[in-house]
């Protein structure tokens, strides 16, 4: 028979006392060999000059390793002749120690991605040219090989070299970043921010993710998983947001960096965080207590269980893990709850309400505005650098009393700031937390749908900004951002009555300009060059891209040209003004001044994917070796290139007299379903003028 106790608690603090059992039995059988290979290299010289942190990393996580009973092989400022080695070294011991070995690989220095294949870069590497990378640089690849070949138990890679770097800028197919490693089968695989994105060296000795990963892998009692959790939220809250590390795991079994300590020991029961002390007075039963409320909301996705936990717990075993849980689930900075002060509260003073703690910001640096209204005018002056508002409003955020209202405001701000420094996730996580607080605000709205547009979430930014048309049914710009949304995901016919919608307010050279190339979209090319034409009237100082195509599709070659210079003008680092320009000039027969034109822009797109289709157009490169290119570098981007690559070889055949050519490769830019760019719906109208036998 099963008696049920009248006391919740004490049955959650029974299973979870039994659960922790299980866990210290586990994790104190295991007494496998551990070896771990450890590299930082930062003294790079040259272009890429030296890194302040890779080393002092190296150091540190080789030393946080050895605690946890690794038997590390530790290399710094290496050369690819002693990278290989090390690695040799490395796997002639994996192999020694048998399958029940775990092993881990910690890198941190300069690394980058050239064809989805991951490099590390060693010290006096001489790389000038993409081919160089696979002579000079060490392929991920290499470690990973000697992993397998062991056979280990456990595969653990930990990558801390996503850092910026000039390299990728010249290379075609290098992207930004690393690439996500598909690693085998008990393998547990973690990157210091994700897959194609950057990291920060940081401004301490250490750089902000290493600092956290060495406190994790020595607190004890905590799984891989929590342990790298624990970094994750460490790092959003050092870096605001602007880095996400990320990891991937097909790991079989538990496993532990530091398995928890039992009290015949002579420790504490299990303590995730390094030094953290439980609550004054905790007994064997309170610690219980306490461990059954974190396991009965650890794995929430409501913020204000984390909130209740550190109310309770302000100085909890779980304080900093709670805070990290907020720090992912709000997107802000939320440090861990202080202590409530029972005089304040029996005084009047108000308390923070769950959701003014999870959106609580970092604190402010020395030279913000203290006082909260200075720090408020600040986060609003757009003359201010973005990294300074930024500041700011995390400074006037802090200020107690705030109303919703005011929140939304400063939270806007916020947004704004991040977007304007490329953090896309933390200023997405601001604009929610403004919508939040003022829903009926079509500008924080507006705001959001604008930057799900500019990360090509078309289906979610249509419906931000039907949003902001209900609140706000007079703003042109509404239904003209959304008619680009339409127009991106493919529906141009919804795009056109957006922008129709857009001129019934308001008249303007974009706004014309833009509904001239719906209307090429939409195969009504007679309207497309009417509305080009309201364009060119209405201000005819004025550029557009688009408009370029639709005057180059009827013939209006002088008008192009003239357009294009304007463009070129405006921004010559661009390349696709030329590009346009040179086919114009060829069309009327000025191949020569077309030439001068492309050789004087090629000295700036070498390498990139412009720089191909001008080799192309000089014919240094021949159809089949322009589609080679255009096939080489990520999935997105290559469907990109074939739209571009097809359509110029179709205008090109067009130009010739060659109408089956053109349509054959009409067909291929119209398989690739490039909805977004120009080349698409412009090659769509060739097709229409090849069939029609002009």
Request: hydrophobic share 45%; net charge negative.
């Amino acid at each position: 028979m099963l008696f049920l106790s009248r006391n919740p608690w004490h049955v959650l603090a029974t299973l979870a006392a039994a659960a922790l059992l299980q866990l210290v039995d586990l994790a104190g059988a295991a007494a496998e060999p551990r070896i771990a290979l450890v590299i930082g290299n930062a003294d790079y010289g040259g272009d890429l000059g030296r890194l302040a942190n890779p080393v002092n990393d190296a150091k540190l996580m080789a030393k946080s390793l050895t605690a946890v009973g690794f038997d590390v092989i530790t290399v710094t400022d290496a050369d690819q002749k002693d990278m290989k080695r090390a690695i040799g070294t490395f796997g002639e011991k994996l192999t020694a120690a048998g399958s029940d070995v775990t092993a881990l690989f910690y890198y941190s220095g300069h690394g980058l991605q050239v064809g989805g294949e991951n490099y590390l870069i060693p010290v006096h590497a001489d790389i000038t040219r993409e081919a160089d990378v696979d002579l000079e640089a060490v392929s991920a690849d290499t470690v990973l090989k000697q992993m397998q070949f062991a056979d280990a138990r456990v595969n653990i890679i930990i990558l801390d070299a996503c850092r910026n770097n000039p390299l990728p800028r010249s290379f075609r197919s290098a992207q930004m970043g690393l690439a996500r490693i598909e690693a085998p089968r008990g393998s547990f695989v973690a990157y210091s921010t994700a897959p194609g994105d950057v990291a920060s060296d940081g401004q301490g000795s250490n750089s902000p993710y290493t600092a956290a990963l060495a406190q994790a892998v020595t607190t004890p009692g905590l799984s891989i998983e929590e342990a790298f959790r624990d970094v994750r939220g460490s790092v959003l809250s050092e870096t605001g947001n602007a880095q996400t590390p990320w990891e991937s795991s097909s790991l079989t079994a538990p496993f532990f960096f530091m398995p928890a300590k039992t009290a015949g020991e002579g420790a504490a029961q299990a303590t995730p965080l390094a030094g953290a002390a439980a609550p004054a007075g905790a007994d064997q039963g309170a610690r219980e207590v306490e461990l059954a409320f974190w396991n009965s909301v650890k794995d929430s996705k409501d913020p204000a269980d984390f909130v209740a936990y550190l109310e309770q717990y302000p100085k909890g075993n779980f304080a900093r893990l709670a805070s990290n849980k907020l720090n992912l689930l709000t997107g802000t900075t939320a440090p861990a709850a202080a202590p409530r002060d029972a005089h304040a509260a029996d005084a009047g003073g108000a308390e923070s309400t769950p959701e003014q703690t999870a959106a609580a910001p970092a604190a402010p640096s020395a030279d913000t505005p203290q006082d909260p209204a200075a720090a408020a005018a600040m986060c609003r002056d757009d003359k201010v650098p973005a990294d300074t508002r930024l500041a700011a409003c995390q400074s006037a955020l802090r200020a107690s009393g705030l109303d919703a209202a005011a929140r939304a405001d400063l939270n806007n701000e916020v947004g704004r700031a991040q977007n304007e420094l490329q953090r896309y996730d933390a200023a997405e996580a601001a604009y929610r937390e403004a919508v939040k607080d003022d829903s009926a605000n079509p500008t924080y709205i507006g705001n959001l749908a604008a930057l799900l547009l500019d990360t090509s979430r078309y289906d979610e930014a249509i419906a931000a900004y039907t949003k902001a048309i209900a609140l706000e049914p007079k703003n042109n710009w509404h239904y003209y951002n959304r008619g680009n949304a339409y127009l991106y995901a493919g529906e141009p016919a919804k795009a056109g009555a957006d922008f129709d919608a857009a001129l019934a307010i308001d008249e303007n050279f974009d706004t014309l300009a833009t509904r001239g190339y719906i209307a090429l979209a939409e195969g009504n090319d007679k309207a497309a060059v009417e509305f080009t034409n309201r364009a060119i009237a209405y201000d005819g100082s004025q550029n557009s891209l688009q408009s370029i195509a639709v005057l180059y599709l009827s013939g209006r070659d002088k008008d192009a040209i003239d357009m294009a210079d304007r463009m070129i003008a405006e921004d010559d680092g661009y390349g696709y003004g030329q590009i346009w320009k040179a086919m114009l000039l060829m069309r009327d027969g000025k191949s020569g001044a077309a030439r001068t034109l492309l050789g004087s822009t090629l000295e700036d797109h070498r390498e990139d994917w412009p720089g191909m289709l001008i080799k192309w157009m000089l014919g240094k490169f021949d159809d089949e070796t322009l589609i080679t290119k255009a096939g080489e570098g990520a999935e997105e981007d290559v469907r990109n290139q074939l739209c571009e690559a097809h359509f110029y070889m179709a205008a090109r055949a067009f130009d010739q007299g060659d109408k089956d050519s053109a349509l054959r490769h009409v067909k291929a830019v119209l398989e690739t379903g490039v909805y977004h760019y120009i080349e698409y719906y412009a090659a769509a109208a060739l097709g229409r003028l090849a069939e029609a036998g002009q």
